[in-house]
Antibody, heavy 119, light 107 residues
């Protein structure tokens, strides 16, 4: 079945780095733009970044630009999010999501991976 | 681009819930709506203003005009209690934007 599975979350010290992964299955990964979205505890959804079909185009939210790097490997059906200079406010559930081909809705979401930034 | 949602909406079972999403000329954009229940990932319930994905009940509908998009849930059931988010693509900034979310409480 169509599925996205995130991994790579954990407890990190402020100032540290983390690389999250999103494994896709059940669909043609290279046919879809992909995104990362996060949700801080008790807060709403925050779009972070998205990546084009081949990875040549990437976009970032202003709040995280410069600290995040999104990438993908279509040969492995994987997407990544590198987060540098982690701050307390980066503590959140990080979701990867598939963008619908014909519009900008997200029709498939992973279950999320938890990132906790704390000293 | 900013999307504004009411923090909460309450409705009795069987009644109609309307959740608004305000944005400058949002009627010119395509609006998507997500439902998120506690401990779960969001799920799209309406896309492109008014279309429903397969498996979403007909009780969910959407509209969009002027500066306000609306998600309407008819014949509300206890199982509809959740957080709802609107989302658009802002072509001017190449950013996806989510509204702040609305908690729907079924009384």
């Amino acid at each position: 079945q169509v599925q996205l599975v995130e991994s790579g979350g954990g407890l990190v010290r402020p100032g540290g780095s983390l690389r999250l992964s999103c494994a896709a299955s059940g669909f043609t990964f290279s046919d879809h733009f992909m995104s990362w979205i996060r949700q801080a505890p008790g807060r709403g959804l925050e779009w972070l970044s998205y990546i084009s079909l081949t990875g040549t185009q990437t976009y970032y939210a202003d709040s995280v630009k410069g600290r995040l790097t999104i990438s993908r490997d279509n040969t492995k059906n994987l997407m990544y999010l590198q987060i540098d200079s982690l701050r307390d406010e980066d503590t959140a559930i990080y979701y990867c999501a598939r963008r619908v081909i014909k519009n900008h809705a997200f029709d498939v979401w992973g279950q999320g991976t938890v990132v906790t930034v704390s000293s | 681009y900013v999307l504004t949602q009411p923090p909460s909406v309450s409705v009795a079972p069987g009644q109609t819930a309307r959740i608004t999403c305000g944005g400058n000329n949002i009627g010119r954009k395509s609006v998507h709506w997500y439902q998120q229940k506690p401990g779960q990932a969001p799920m799209v319930v309406v896309y492109d203003d008014r279309d429903r994905p397969s498996g979403i009940p007909e009780s969910f509908s959407g509209s969009n005009s002027g500066n306000t998009a609306t998600l309407t849930i008819s014949r509300v059931e206890a199982g509809d209690e959740a957080d709802y988010y609107c989302q658009v693509w802002d072509g001017d900034s190449d950013h996806m934007v989510f509204g702040g979310g609305t908690k729907l409480t079924v009384l």
